[in-house]
Nanobody, 120 residues
Framework: QVQLVESGGGLVQPGGSLRLSCAAS????????MAWHRQAPGKQRELVAS???????IYADSVKGRFTISRDNAKNTAYLQMNSLKPEDTAVYYC??????????????WGRGTQVTVSS
């Protein structure tokens, strides 16, 4: 069974930085897209950033220039470096990935989320 586990969330002041990690574990043959989504209270979940196995990247307009997504394929891990954080970045951040596991078929997996709170 494949699992995605996020870490690195917490409370930070406006203008501060956090680095989120998403580690995939289990029987993994390959991972294609990895992405970060977020959901603020009372709002729909939205895509923050995604990265393909080839390194192509997409960012939401709201985070361009402030957030950087990256991945370490050898560690099956994705990262989200978040700088210049704003109160409106407060949300639960979820990792999502397309993973080929024991059945050699790609399936969509989600982590349980990590809370990011930006407040003074």
């Amino acid at each position: 069974q494949v699992q995605l586990v996020e870490s690195g969330g917490g409370l930070v002041q406006p203008g501060g930085s956090l680095r989120l990690s998403c580690a995939a574990s289990g029987i993994i043959f390959s991972i294609n897209d990895m992405a970060w989504h977020r959901q603020a209270p009372g709002k729909q979940r939205e895509l923050v950033a995604s990265i393909t196995d080839g390194g192509s990247i997409i960012y939401a307009d709201s985070v361009k220039g402030r957030f950087t997504i990256s991945r370490d394929n050898a560690k099956n891990t994705a990262y989200l470096q978040m700088n210049s954080l704003k109160p409106e970045d407060t949300a639960v951040y979820y990792c999502n990935a397309g993973v080929s596991g024991a059945n050699r078929r790609f399936s969509d997996y989600w982590g349980r989320g990590t809370q990011v709170t930006v407040s003074s």
